[in-house]
């Protein structure tokens, strides 16, 4: 009886994974012919675990992964640091140990903001934390927001600091579409707040962490170099969008997708169609927006003036996050999380100079 209710259990998770965005992924996808199959990018650090998030001080990138631990990569070598957590990591889809990104004075204070999913009696839920790095160990010291909506799917979890100094966190509707309309609850917005956790006065909602709301599962956050926010957003079945972000603004999930209209809300700069990218980290040059695909299997490109879109890197599998420093893009792939096809030594953490993504 035992072994028939975990093979029917087993059953609806593969259901339910196959209703999810992130999930979409085939093998066609991954031969798909699309520019970028052959720019070589140089591997940084391997062997990775469901890497999520990229943060880089002077040379040293630290990855989260998203079973929990943090890798720091330095002059080609390679630890996997503790992260002690208040609670353990909740083992539901696309949970664990996200977003992550060191506070401005990182090198003074060792301070960094991490997001990550918990359970408690059975449930899951979203927190924010302030971390310190202490010797090789991250120590969560102190939570910056609590109870943010988790559920099967859908947890959001991109945390990136504008340029306002203010630390921005996407969050999911956890699949309770109703949510995101609500400006009362804090799932499927995007959440603005002062470094520390206290909410900003000029926030649009007074007394609110919501910036702006209306949102599905948006997990990428970028400025560009006009201070200007823009989101990718992964969509119900395609429909995955790109938008621009203003405060108090209201992005019209779950009432409109895709080139849909409605009063007081706002249409997406550019959406996929029925095709999927699963988009997740972004990062600007200039006004163009690189952005990670996990079903796209690789890197897009998004110029804001032109509005043209491409595929600029694919061959590599699913891509978690991107990072630009200066005329490099350095990316995270994610085929070891249970959707992709993993590759000898997956996953890994590559560069690849711009210019060299832009070649024809
Ligand atoms: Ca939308």
Known sequence: MKKIISFLFLLLLIALSACTNESQDSNEEA?????????????????????????????????????????????????????ELSDPLAEVAEAGLMGFVLHPE?????????????AEEGDSI????????????WKEERILLDNIPSGQFHQGGRLEIGPDEKLYVTTGDATKEQISQ??????????????????????????????????????????????????????PSGFDEINHIQAGKNYGWPLITGDEEMEG???????????????????????????????????????LDTKKLEKVLGGYGRVRDVYIAQDTLYFVTNNTDGRGIPRENDDKLYQINLEDLRKN
């Open 182 to 235: 609500d400006i009362n609850a804090i799932g499927g917005k995007i959440l603005r707040m002062n470094l520390d956790g206290t909410i900003p006065s000029d926030n649009p909602f007074k007394g609110s962490y919501v910036y702006s709301y209306g949102h599905r599962n948006p997990q990428g956050l970028a400025w560009n170099a006009a201070g200007e926010l823009y989101s990718t957003e992964h969509g």
């Open 126 to 137: 979203n927190r924010l934390v302030q971390l310190r790095l202490d010797g090789n160990v």
């Open 265 to 303: 809300m706002q249409t997406p700069l550019i959406h996929s169609g029925n095709s999927t990218w699963a988009p997740s980290g972004a990062d600007f040059k200039d006004h163009t927006l690189y952005f990670a695909a996990l079903a796209g299997q690789g890197i897009y490109s998004y110029t």
């Open 31 to 83: 031969k798909e012919t699309v520019g970028g199959l052959d720019r070589e990018a140089k591997v940084l650090a391997q062997n990775l675990v469901i890497p999520w998030s990229i943060a880089k001080s002077g040379d040293i990138f630290y990855l989260t992964e998203r079973t929990g631990s943090i890798v720091k990569v330095e002059n080609g070598n390679q630890t996997r640091m503790r992260v």
């Open 106 to 118: 990182f090198k003074e204070n060792g301070l960094a903001f991490a997001y990550y999913t918990y």
